[in-house]
């Protein structure tokens, strides 16, 4: 059974910072890893969807990566900025899509 | 092209009543999951559906819960005699090809379920 683990579960940085969200999984043979931005209250966002035969994805000031043999994928943000401040979700597609727990990040201006 | 719509917003239903809560998929999507979200905690897969089809509902309590996805018309959950731990977020996604497949989905906005 695909076990979906992500560190930290809360992260707090200052404006302008580079960080990493870090996702782990136990099963390597997987489709596809999504990261999702999910805000209070509301719904999830796509951000970046990683198919199992690449390593990495990017889009703006995101960088995602997968080595699918260790079971790891990271969510690198660039310069970051308090509207990043969010759950951020990682979900790993095989025989069904399954989430990890989630990063709460919070940007101080 | 709306994304995945899902109504209510918000549903609050008393102890022992039905909740239905609705999802239509973005168009061109003919497969449909939902997930439950518990309060600080991740995405539960509960049901996959395909038209017409349960393909699998392995995540779906066995009790009280049902789901499908009619030819025309959104995808339906249904909670039967609520209870106070059915409260959460339900939220429904929406690809274009099979799971497995390596496609993306596509999230609704969910319905909040309160069970007072």
């Known amino acids: 059974k695909q076990e979906v683990t992500q560190i930290p579960a809360a992260l707090s940085v200052p404006e302008g910072e580079n960080l990493v969200l870090n996702c782990s999984f136990t099963?390597?043979?997987?489709?596809?890893l999504q990261w999702f931005r999910q805000d209070p209250g509301k719904g999830l966002t796509s951000l970046l969807l990683?198919?199992?035969?690449?390593r990495e994805q990017t889009s703006g000031r995101l960088n995602a990566s997968l080595d699918k043999s260790s079971g790891r994928s990271t969510l690198y943000i660039a310069a970051s900025q308090p509207g990043d401040s969010a759950t951020y979700l990682c979900?790993?597609?095989?025989?069904?899509?399954?989430f990890g727990a989630g990063t709460r990040l919070t940007v101080k201006p | 092209n709306a994304g995945v719509m899902q109504n209510p917003r918000h549903l609050v239903r008393r102890r022992g009543q039905e909740a239905r809560l609705r999802c239509s998929p973005m168009?061109?999507?003919?497969?449909v999951y939902w997930y439950r979200q518990l309060p600080e905690e991740g995405l539960k897969f509960m049901v996959y559906?395909?038209?017409?089809?349960?393909?699998?509902e392995s995540g779906m309590p066995k009790e009280r819960f049902s789901a499908e996805f009619p030819k025309e018309g959104p995808s339906i959950l249904r909670i039967q005699q609520v209870v106070r731990g059915d409260s959460a977020a339900y939220f429904c996604?929406?690809?274009?090809?099979?799971?497995?497949?390596?496609?993306?989905?596509?999230f609704g906005q969910g319905t909040r379920l309160t069970v007072v």
């Open positions: 996604a929406s690809s274009q090809g099979a799971r497995g497949l390596g496609t993306e989905a596509f």
């Open positions: 099963d390597s043979a997987i489709y596809n």
């Open positions: 990683i198919q199992s035969s690449q």
């Open positions: 979900a790993v597609s095989s025989n069904d899509m399954r």
């Open positions: 168009k061109g999507h003919s497969h």
């Open positions: 559906l395909q038209k017409e089809n349960i393909i699998d």
